[in-house]
């Protein structure tokens, strides 16, 4: 099965059994990022996550953003920086920054 195709399922799923759940996609992608345009998650705060749009902290924040989606109902332009911190001690910095379209289905 497709991750797309699984995370639909996983929709679908969680629509059917009465639970909210936040579609997370990929819609601007600029410099280095871990996925491209269109990729998706599904956060589902009963059954976890469904495909990824990059995992580490970009993922984590999206993950985050994805409660306050859930908790108002209402869609959030989410922006995720990799650029590098200066502070990091982390050698995995991708260098890109991308945006997440989250929304309550």
């Given at each position: 099965?497709s991750e ?41 705060p009963e ?59």
């Open positions: 099965m797309d195709l699984a995370v639909f399922a996983a929709a679908e799923q969680a629509a059917h059994e009465g639970r909210p759940a936040v579609l997370a996609t990929i819609v601007r992608s600029r410099g280095s990022t871990p996925r491209g345009i269109g990729s998706k998650m599904l956060v589902d059954r976890g996550l469904t495909g990824t749009v990059g995992g580490g902290c970009g993922e984590a924040e999206v993950i985050e953003a994805a409660a306050d989606v859930i908790a108002t109902g209402r869609p959030r332009l989410l922006r995720i920086d990799l650029t590098e911190d200066l502070f990091s001690w982390s050698p995995a910095v991708c260098g890109g920054v991308f945006d997440v379209f989250l929304e309550r289905v």
